[in-house]
């Protein structure tokens, strides 16, 4: 500006104004643990190549423990990135709505999944000992909560459906 390059400047804040959108935190939640498990989750997603999509209308106030809290989005993004990584698809996905309605928050969950591996509610990792547990898991967790799981293989895509009563 000082040099009169008006040009110059407007390509440079342009630049500057992109470079900020680009890196700058976006919350996808007011409630803190659920927005940093996302972050988390959604670079665990890039750096894998799969495509994140999250849409989230969260209850000001949640009365879930944090560790159980935890535990529950973890086992399911987990499972869901584990589908992903799996899936043999060039361009995974995993798309995550979360919603509720009274009492009850409603999670659904979309990720790629080999076509190949039938859903047969057991781990297809190799050591059973060590793995294996996340479904059983949040199965427990919601069942506690008044609430219930559905798990959908559609072929090359894997459905996760999840309410729990938050109250």
């Known amino acids: ?4 390059k008006l040009e110059d400047a407007r390509l440079l804040c342009g630049d500057f104004s992109s470079s900020f959108q ?7 939640c007011e409630n ?5 498990i996302l972050h ?11 495509t994140f999509s999250c849409q989230v209308l969260f209850p000001k106030k949640v009365q ?7 535990s529950l989005f973890f086992n399911l993004l ?13 361009a995974p996905f995993l798309r995550l709505s979360i919603d509720y309605k009274g ?17 047969t509610h057991t781990t297809t990792k190799a050591d059973h000992f060590c793995h294996g547990l996340g479904l059983s898991i949040m199965e427990d967790i919601v069942r ?4 219930s799981c559905s798990w959908r293989d559609l072929g090359d895509t894997f459905v996760s459906d999840l309410m729990l009563r938050y109250l």
């Open 103 to 119: 009492d009850f928050l409603l999670v659904h969950m979309e990720n790629s999944k080999n076509p190949d591996t039938v859903f």
């Open 64 to 70: 879930i423990a944090t560790p159980v809290f935890i």
């Open 32 to 36: 803190d643990v659920l927005d940093v």
């Open 78 to 90: 987990n499972n869901g990135i584990e589908g992903c990584a799996s899936s043999g698809n060039p």
């Open 144 to 147: 506690k909560r008044d609430g």
């Open 40 to 50: 988390g989750k959604e670079m665990e997603c890039t750096d894998l190549g799969i």
């Open 1 to 4: 500006l000082e040099e009169e």
């Open 22 to 28: 680009a890196t700058r935190y976006r919350h996808y």
